[in-house]
């Protein structure tokens, strides 16, 4: 099946600092990527869809201005946690769906733990 | 009331033992049901995937939608502790090819134990 990479796997960083998430699409063009939150023992939640090349949407009460997504090629998607707080803390996890559409292929989840 | 509801559990089963993981929903759009089995710390992996109502089966697991119960289950036969996981549901609206957003459940968390 499609493979789907995240890095870092883990992240612990200081509050107020911006922590990069990247999403990589290793064998096929990734058309779309969602980007996804999962707090523990709670279900995965859509924060935004980006197509590559355009903006970001996000989803309804998402900061957009906190959550930076940039999708500048077929391959690569980022995350970006600005000015990261303690209840940033989560597991973030990527999801790429390519041109034979479908829901998309997750990626393996960055744990971003802020002190 | 959350567009899709499932037990959180944990759910605890004996080796070989027959699991039934459920999910129900309120959004009567949805033609799109999955499921993914999530390991600790790891990405959900997509596990089967049905359109609208019926059975599909794939080895040890079959999927069933009952559209007009809005309730979708899985079973899980000959259960081996390497099926120790969170199990999701998750459903979808638009059509296959448009993907669209998936909605999740909170995941059931399944232990069999040897």
């Known amino acids: 099946g499609a493979v789907v990479s995240q890095h870092p796997s883990w992240v612990i960083c200081k509050s107020g600092t911006s922590v990069k998430i990247e999403c990589r699409s290793l064998d096929f063009q990734a058309t779309t990527m969602f980007w996804y939150r999962q707090f523990p023992k709670q279900s995965l939640m859509l924060m935004a869809t980006?197509?590559?090349?355009?903006?970001?949407?996000?989803e309804q009460g998402v900061e957009k201005d906190k959550f930076l997504i940039n999708h500048a090629s077929l391959t690569l998607s980022t995350l970006t946690v600005t000015s990261a707080h303690p209840e940033d803390s989560s597991f973030y996890i990527c999801?790429?769906?390519?041109?034979?559409?479908?829901?998309?292929?997750f990626g393996p989840g960055t744990r971003l733990l802020v002190l | 009331q959350k567009e899709v509801e499932q037990d959180p559990g944990p759910l605890s089963v004996p080796e070989g033992a027959i699991v039934s993981l459920n999910c129900t929903y309120s959004n009567s759009a949805f033609q799109y049901f999955m499921w993914y089995r999530q390991y600790s710390r790891k990405g959900p992996e997509l596990l089967m995937y049905t359109y609208s109502s019926g059975n599909k089966e794939d080895g040890r697991f079959t999927a069933q939608v009952d559209k007009s119960s809005k309730y979708i289950s899985l079973f899980i036969r000959d259960s081996q502790p390497s099926d120790s996981a969170t199990y999701l549901c998750?459903?979808?609206?638009?059509?296959?090819?448009?993907?669209?957003?998936?909605?999740f459940g909170q995941g059931t968390e399944l232990s069999v134990k040897p």
């Open positions: 999801s790429a769906r390519g041109l034979a559409g479908g829901h998309g292929y």
């Open positions: 998750a459903m979808s609206s638009l059509i296959y090819n448009q993907g669209g957003k998936l909605i």
């Open positions: 980006s197509n590559e090349g355009s903006k970001a949407t996000y």
